[in-house]
């Protein structure tokens, strides 16, 4: 059984941070990308910002340059540090991990259960 198990949310005010963890646990061979996405009211998941193995990030036009995504390998765990914050990054966000069991051959998606995190004044 594999977890990924989110922690960091709340309310800010406009202008403020936050920052979101996410732990993996279980039988895990490998995690290639770790990555966190978000789902505002009344719209689709998307993307938020996202890691390989290897350090390689990718993020979203709209945080770019706010936003910083982390991962500490040896915890399998993955943050994501969110500064000047704006009451359009309101929105559920769930952590992501393409990862490879122990003793499995392919890799699964898994993902957190989602923490809300709301931006206002």
């Known amino acids: 059984q594999v977890q990924l198990v989110e922690s960091g949310g709340g309310l800010v005010q406009p202008g403020g941070s936050l920052r979101l963890s996410c732990a993996a646990s279980?039988?895990?061979?490998?995690?290639?990308?770790m990555g966190w996405y978000r789902r505002a009211p009344g719209k689709q998941r998307e993307l938020v910002a996202a890691?390989?193995?290897?350090?390689?990030?990718n993020y979203a036009d709209s945080v770019k340059g706010r936003f910083t995504i982390s991962r500490d390998k040896a915890k399998n765990t993955v943050y994501l540090q969110m500064n000047s914050l704006k009451p359009e990054d309101t929105a559920v966000y769930y952590c992501?991990?393409?990862?490879?069991?122990?003793?499995?051959?392919?890799?699964?998606?898994?993902w957190g259960q989602g923490t809300q995190v709301t931006v206002s004044s």
């Open positions: 992501n991990a393409d990862l490879v069991r122990e003793g499995w051959a392919k890799h699964t998606d898994y």
């Open positions: 890691i390989t193995s290897g350090g390689s990030t």
């Open positions: 279980g039988r895990i061979f490998s995690i290639n990308v």
